[in-house]
């Protein structure tokens, strides 16, 4: 069977799971925390894989560890069934497909923003805010801090970017300099 294929079946059971329990963010949430965990933690992410000879059982009790101790009886069940199955080899894309199908059928599009150094919670809740009054939904924006852009800022929602950043604007001048210079000679 075709990993994207499984990957999306599961992670829309749970989405239509939480949408019957109304606990989709509190599962949000915690597949953003044990995503992000899996990343950083060494060996997390094998341990909760079909491959580390853990019981479902022991799974879900390091998944609770690992989310600060408790789990949504929403989780609990998801990662239960994934382990019953074998298919929890693909948690970590099924927890990402989630968010991304979770987010879409509520509206919101999820944003990077690049800076110099990280923005305030006001000028957050200025960008949101312009977001959806010019574009038309909510975003979440994920702020992540790039020392080269020298200044200004990089702006990345769905196919839309823009791209004020004093890198690349010397980056353009210096283009420019060099067509102009290659006309002279």
Request: charged residues 30%; positive net charge.
């Amino acid at each position: 069977m075709d990993t994207g294929l499984i990957v999306s079946r599961y992670a829309l059971a749970l989405v239509r799971l939480v949408e019957e329990t109304g606990g989709g963010d509190t599962v949000c949430a915690e597949a953003t925390a044990l995503g992000k965990a899996m990343k950083e933690v060494p060996g997390l992410a094998q341990a909760l894989r079909g491959s580390s000879g853990l019981s479902a059982k022991e799974k879900i009790s390091l998944a609770k560890t690992a989310l600060g101790g408790s789990i949504s009886p929403e989780m609990e069940r998801f990662l239960g069934l994934l382990a019953s199955k074998g298919r929890d080899e693909y948690l970590p894309l099924m927890l990402s497909s989630f968010i991304r199908e979770y987010y879409r059928r509520k509206g919101i599009r999820v944003a990077t923003l690049r800076t110099v150094s990280p923005p305030s919670e006001e000028m957050l809740a200025k960008i949101r805010a312009l977001v959806k009054e010019k574009a038309g939904f909510d975003v979440i924006i994920n702020v992540v801090t790039d020392p080269e852009l020298i200044g200004g800022f990089v702006f990345d929602v769905d196919d839309y970017l823009v791209d004020s950043s004093v890198k690349r604007q010397l980056d353009t001048v210096r283009r420019q300099f060099i067509r102009k210079n290659r006309r002279i000679v």
